[in-house]
């Protein structure tokens, strides 16, 4: 009765990455009323610099009221406001606005800017312009859960993934891109280009500019496009500094290369950074003229509420509240990272280095019973269930090495994530005292047993 | 930035280059013209009129009162939790309270004549979403929907672009005042079928876009019989269901549903926005309300590509909870906009035009067949041309809207001030004089 695409499971969401918010949802933790609730490590989200936005707020009740700088209503305006260029003022601060957290080193023309209703609409939106159904795009592993839903879904386009590996800190190898590459004409998939997540999520790293400018040679190469989903760029906190796509395209040695920019599309949001995914704001950045036009076209099915534009647009204006933002958010984005990473590390647990996000990518590896993803599966559902901390499985951003997890460290206060610390050391000493009960029964167990050969021996040679 | 691009070699997709956006018709031409040269009271008095836009802006007052007096909906609290909470709540559930205030909403405009449950409310980020999002869901590419015509030009993107489904007309004329009966139905399914396309579902327009009238009960009754006969969807645009000028005249979908016990209701499903009767389509606040589990479930997860801004779902939640405003806006909305559809047809009429009779919308449907040289698409779109760069008037033609029948224009009311209507009316006057003495 229904379409494939609603019977189908593109949709992801029956992936390990969903089911444990559903179970934290039924026992969420909270400090006074369900201290011994399942904590929230499983979303993305930055809750550490609201007082900032806040404070802005209290102080500029115009922008909230609909009221212009002289006090007048601009309610009417906005309330017929359905322009699928969006608001001029809107997005002249947010180019001003990206440009700020690339350091100035490029600049953005609003003309090329097309608003989304979150990059989750962005992502979809560009797809639906780059790849016909039955296309496929490379993606490297692990990547957001989310993009199976967003990328494949309703487009009916195919992600083939590009595999990363521990062994090289995940980075993207040429040989691993030549290879997915190679895997996806063998199944017979015209590949339209490659989706990078810089910063990455789940790994919490930017990418090198050498690294950047290998992609770009690839993309050139294959004829492909090249997406740059920078939602994490503003939450970029220690070095080295962030480098975006765009700043390795304008290098002199591609420059001679006129059509690299038609090829390379960026993907930001005011989600992660400012913390306001309830807003749905967000955006494609391309030089390409026709998917310009065709996506702000599609925008139409995803319009960012004027009212919500006036408030931001008025709100990025205020340059001395950005600037003081951006420097302030990052520091405390350290700190709480720092503070999860020196946790861990006392508990005997490692993350990989990283210099970004909102999250840590944690190798729980040794704590896996066996190199498998089923292993993996149930330490997951232990620290769910037992030590009651969601936090995301490596399997359900589609990584090749079991025993990895994402564990975000932003969306709670400083005091949740010392219990969930606390929790992770007393899960750890258990296990460790149970491998340590388990190993001396076990050694017991063969004690006897060799000592139970060596004296039947003695009885043969004796019967001898 | 010193690059000069040449045109890019790297392909996009077929969707990216089709021209299935439809923005080359007149529909828009008009609007461009408009653009180019708007009429202002004061400061451009020979500019173009816009008529071609069906905004409902006769009762912002009502809502600028209330936001004046209730600032709590525009702003967070005083307290720290209300802005932050917000501010995360990306829940594709949607604030329960805006979804309670919607399903209220919606109960009173069918005057308590049907319930709504809030729970199989589904918010997008306005009707065009909605539209698309329901067709993903009932559709397979290939596939058709039958759709009366006239009906408003934008479905031929929001229902075929990215979907890849086909509109199949199911033909209205002026016979019986542009009805739908079940003869046309089934000649357009049969049409359908001989195309080779599998027929998915009927969608209607009530009230009808473009031609501001209900569709009546017995209508509504043989719609909802054909849908179960041939097993397809029914999905029922309301959308402007709230500018009925007599609330007695709008019978929805689901009080057909009601009366019959919910039986066949699995199929049904209603979109509604608060762009046309609320008039705030820059807010982007569309619903999907259906009957059957799994659309409510899949269209929930497919609403993430296109939620409604939190910050918005506050204000609007607060404001429609508010019983007092909300049932003044309806009755006094509904009062203005009945006064100005009065005055555009007494108006016509004194310019010698007849219109359709109609009972709501923004607009109303005029006939000028009698001034085409010939019974023709091209007559009408030169009467057309003459209209918008003469008269300087954006209507629109009914070709854009897929009438069969030349001759017929959509005209809105509701998006001016009563003097310019006035001045717009003079216009028509004049024109219609002139032509006499010719």
Request: charged letters at 20%.
């Amino acid at each position: 009765m229904l379409s494939s695409k609603a019977s189908s499971n593109s949709h992801g969401q029956d992936s390990l990455y969903f089911l444990g918010w559903q179970v934290y949802e039924k026992n969420p933790f909270h400090e006074v009323e369900n201290p011994s609730g399942i904590i929230q490590m499983g979303l993305a989200e930055n809750q550490l610099s609201f007082d900032l936005v806040e404070s802005w707020l209290r102080k500029n009740p115009d922008a909230m009221g609909l009221k212009n700088k002289d006090g007048e209503s601009v309610f009417r305006d906005l309330a017929l406001f359905q322009d699928y260029h969006g608001m001029p003022a809107f997005k002249n601060e947010l180019v001003e606005y990206m440009a700020k957290i690339r350091g100035n080193k490029v600049k953005f023309d609003p003309n090329n800017l097309v608003l989304a209703a979150g990059a989750t609409s962005a992502n979809e939106t560009l797809i639906f312009c780059l790849a016909d159904p039955g296309d496929a795009i490379l993606l490297p592993t692990p990547s957001y859960a989310g993009f199976d839903r967003d990328l494949k879904w309703r487009t009916g386009v195919e992600i083939v993934p590009i595999h990363c590996s521990s062994s090289n800190g995940f980075r993207i190898s040429m040989f691993a891109l030549e290879e997915a590459y190679e895997r996806a004409q063998k199944l017979n998939l015209k590949v339209k280009g490659v989706l990078i997540t810089n910063p990455s999520n789940p790994l919490g790293t930017t990418m090198t500019k050498d690294e950047l400018q290998s992609l770009i040679t690839f993309a050139i190469d294959k004829d492909i496009h090249l997406i740059s989903d920078e939602v994490f760029s503003g939450t970029v906190f220690d070095s080295p500094c962030f480098i975006s796509i765009m700043e390795a395209a304008m290098d002199s040695n591609l420059k001679r290369n006129t059509d690299v920019l038609s090829r390379i599309h960026i993907v930001y949001s005011l989600s992660k950074d400012l913390g306001l995914p309830g807003f749905r704001v967000g955006m494609i950045y391309s030089n390409n003229q026709t998917v310009v036009s065709a996506a702000t076209k599609m925008s139409s099915f995803g319009l960012v509420s004027s009212q919500t534009q006036y408030l931001l647009s008025y709100m990025l204006a205020n340059k001395k509240f950005t600037s003081n933002y951006m420097k302030r958010n990052q520091k405390r984005l350290k700190k709480r990272k720092e503070m999860l990473v020196s946790g861990l590390k006392k508990s005997g647990i490692n993350c990989l280095k990283s210099n970004a996000g909102l999250f840590c990518w944690v190798d729980m590896r040794h704590l896996l019973c066996s190199n498998t993803f089923e292993a993996e599966t149930d330490l997951w559902k232990k620290i769910l269930c037992e030590v009651g901390l969601n936090i995301s499985p490596g399997s359900s951003f589609h990584c090749s090495q079991p025993g990895w997890f994402r564990v975000c460290f932003a969306n709670m206060n400083q005091s949740t994530l010392q219990v969930a610390l606390r929790r992770i050391k007393d899960f750890v000493e258990r296990s460790r005292f149970n491998y340590q009960q388990n190993m001396a029964s076990l050694s017991r167990k063969l004690i006897g047993n060799w000592v139970r050969k060596l004296s039947s021996a003695d009885s043969e040679e004796q019967e001898r | 930035m010193a690059i000069e691009i040449e045109q890019p070699r790297v392909g996009l997709s077929k969707v990216a280059v089709s021209k299935t956006h439809g923005e080359d018709s007149p529909y828009f031409a008009g609007w461009k013209a408009y653009d180019e040269n708007p009429y202002h009271e004061t400061s451009n008095q020979s500019g173009v009129i816009q008529m071609g836009l069906a905004e409902n802006q006769v009762s912002f007052d009502l809502l600028e009162k209330y936001l004046e007096e209730h600032s709590e909906a525009s702003s967070w609290g005083k307290g720290a939790p209300g802005f932050r909470e917000n501010a995360l709540f990306q829940d594709y559930h949607g604030l329960k309270s805006f979804r309670q205030a919607m399903a209220n909403f919606m109960e009173q405009i069918r005057g308590g004549r049907a319930k709504f449950d809030p729970d199989r409310i589904v918010l997008t980020a306005g009707a065009t979403a909605a539209n698309e999002l329901l067709t993903f869901i009932l559709a397979d590419p290939g596939d058709a929907l039958l759709i009366p015509t006239p009906y408003y030009p934008g479905f031929d993107r929001d229902l075929r672009w990215r979907t890849g489904v086909n509109i199949v007309p199911i033909h209205c004329d002026s016979s019986n005042n542009f009805q739908i009966t079940p003869e046309a139905m089934e000649a357009a399914y049969q049409s359908a079928e001989s195309m080779n396309l599998k027929v998915r579902g009927i969608l209607i327009t009530n009230p009808s876009n473009p031609l501001g009238a209900t569709i009546q009960r017995s209508a509504l009754e043989q719609i909802l019989d054909f849908a179960v006969n041939k097993n397809i969807h029914l999905v029922s645009d309301e959308i402007y269901s709230g500018s009925t000028f007599s609330s007695s005249e709008f019978i929805s979908i689901a009080e057909i549903l009601e009366t019959r016990g919910y039986k066949d209701a699995e199929r049904v499903h209603i979109v509604y926005s608060l762009s046309k009767d609320l008039g705030l389509p820059g807010f982007r606040v569309g619903t999907i309300y259906s009957y059957n589990d799994q659309v409510v479930t899949t269209a929930r997860r497919m609403s993430s590509f296109t939620l409604i801004s939190s910050q918005t779902q506050h204000l609007l939640a607060c404001m429609l909870s508010n019983k007092e405003f909300s049932e003044n806006y309806i009755k006094t909305n509904r009062e203005r906009l009945s006064k100005r559809y009065d005055m555009i047809i007494k108006g016509l009429k004194k310019a010698g035009i007849e219109c359709l009779k109609g009972n709501a919308g923004l607009f109303c449907w005029m006939n000028l067949s009698p001034l085409l040289e010939k019974p023709t698409r091209e007559s009408e779109l030169a009467l057309w041309k003459v209209i918008l760069n003469e008269v300087k008037l954006n209507i629109s033609p009914g070709s854009s809207c897929h009438c069969s029948e030349p001759g017929w224009f959509r005209v809105c009311f509701a998006n001016m001030s009563e003097q310019t209507l006035e001045i717009a009316l003079e216009r028509i006057h004049k024109f219609m004089e002139q032509r006499k003495r010719n």
